[in-house]
């Protein structure tokens, strides 16, 4: 039993989640798009927190003198194929409701072809996803969206070259079911994209000798339960949060004090967010003596 704080950040643009250990270490984190449903924020932003930290956790159990000196790379394969099995959920919905898009969306006539052409798309972007989610790749996006919208657009110019579908109503399909992918939680299903993970990884030669402490070290991280001691919201949205009042904290007081922890000298905080700027004096206790605000997000604040 992991004891732990969580603290939620309920933004106007992004939500994000830490887990701090009993050191005021942090654990873990997580970042999600606030959309309009900031439950779902919330739900999102603190699973991929307690995500990242059991995947630091289990990096820390596999940095074992047990452990070949060849394997030294095999937390970096596992995070890239654990961040595969994730894509690869999520494209497996994204399909679906594009099917069923095609089989009800009247403005498609010729419903054989554009099945044929979105199966097509979709193959294509698992076997692009496979070859990217490695260690040596670098996404130029955290979030689904951007990554799922480069992959299927590039596929869908091939698709309708060949085919001579429509480009823009293949497009279409994605701008209308991504939104509802990005209204689910994928996050949850930890276990089986670790184990997919593991899966992966020892295929490869240079770990088969250390499988069994790799396989215990997968298996107790798996079994590894959270103890949340307390948890604080704080941000835009931060009223909706299910926490108690008293654990609900508006954000220039948060930033007063997390920056004093991080800083002891800082007396003046500039918060230029996506919803306005924000300029806060502190004393030396981290106590905001004054603040300043305006309505110009992050964008528009020069």
Not at 255 to 266: D, I, N, S
Request: charged fraction near 25%; proline fraction near 2%.
């Amino acid at each position: 039993m992991m004891e732990c704080f969580v603290g939620i950040d309920l933004g106007s643009t992004t939500t994000k989640a830490i887990f701090l250990d009993t050191n005021d270490q942090i654990l873990g984190r997580g970042i999600t798009n606030s959309r309009s449903n900031y439950a779902l924020a919330c739900q999102i932003a603190r699973e991929e927190a307690e995500t990242d930290a059991r995947l630091k956790l289990l990096e820390r159990d596999l940095k074992k003198p047990s452990l070949s000196q060849k394997a030294h790379g095999q937390m970096e394969w596992l995070l890239a194929k654990f961040a595969l099995g994730h894509h690869l959920k999520q494209l497996e919905a994204l399909e679906h409701e594009s099917l069923w898009l095609v089989d009800t969306w009247p403005k498609i006539e010729d419903k054989t072809a554009y099945r044929e052409a979105v199966e097509t798309i979709f193959a294509s972007m698992r076997q692009a996803a496979e070859q990217e989610f490695e260690p040596s790749f670098q996404q130029a996006s955290h979030f689904f969206r951007d990554i799922a919208s480069s992959l299927f657009l590039r596929s869908a110019e091939k698709v309708a070259n060949t085919s001579g579908l429509s480009f823009e109503r293949i497009a279409s399909l994605f701008d209308k079911t991504i939104l509802k992918i990005e209204n689910q939680s994928f996050a949850n299903l930890y276990s089986e994209y670790l184990e997919f993970a593991c899966k992966e990884v020892l295929k490869r030669k240079e770990f088969a000798q250390d499988e069994p402490v790799i396989r215990q070290a997968v298996s107790q991280n798996i079994g590894l339960k959270f103890r949340i001691l307390s948890s604080v919201g704080t941000g835009y949205g931060r009223l909706t949060l299910p926490f108690p009042k008293e654990q609900i904290r508006s954000e220039i007081l948060c930033h007063g004090l997390g920056a004093h922890y991080m800083f002891p000298q800082t007396r003046t905080i500039l918060d230029i967010g996506g919803q306005d700027t924000k300029a806060i004096q502190v004393d030396a206790q981290g106590i905001v003596t004054s603040f300043q605000m305006n309505d110009r997000c992050a964008a528009g604040c020069g």
